[in-house]
Nanobody, 124 residues
Framework: QVQLVESGGGLVHAGGSLSVSCEAS????????MGWFRHAPGKEREFVGA????????IYADSVKGRFTISRDNAKNTVYLQMDSLKPEDTAAYYC?????????????????WGQGTQVTVSS
């Protein structure tokens, strides 16, 4: 089992920045691809981005590309999501997820473990 705990959400004005983090425990963190997803009211949970095991490569959804950055520190068992130039439409609960797969994928079903989520609200 892998336990994931997100932190760092909050309220920010449009154009501002916010960083959220996700700390893992239970298994060897570097064995897992880590992803970020978000879920806004009335919408389906959607892929935000993901990062490979050693942090060498990250992929992003088109909606956040150029504004969000994912990084990880395997020594701290933590993955980060830096969000810049935030827009009201970025408002959602943000979830980290861990995948034991080999290839980075966007599909929710590819991820084995999920955190409880942290709320990010962007005011206009």
């Amino acid at each position: 089992q892998v336990q994931l705990v997100e932190s760092g959400g909050g309220l920010v004005h449009a154009g501002g920045s916010l960083s959220v983090s996700c700390e893992a425990s239970g298994r060897t963190f570097s064995n897992y691809i880590m992803g970020w997803f978000r879920h806004a009211p009335g919408k389906e949970r959607e892929f935000v981005g993901a990062i490979t095991r050693m942090g060498g490569t990250a992929i992003y959804a088109d909606s956040v590309k150029g504004r969000f950055t994912i990084s990880r520190d395997n020594a701290k068992n933590t993955v980060y999501l830096q969000m810049d130039s935030l827009k009201p439409e970025d408002t959602a609960a943000y979830y980290c997820a861990a995948s034991s797969g080999v290839v980075v994928r966007q599909q929710l079903s590819h991820y084995n473990y999920w955190g409880q989520g942290t709320q990010v609200t962007v005011s206009s």
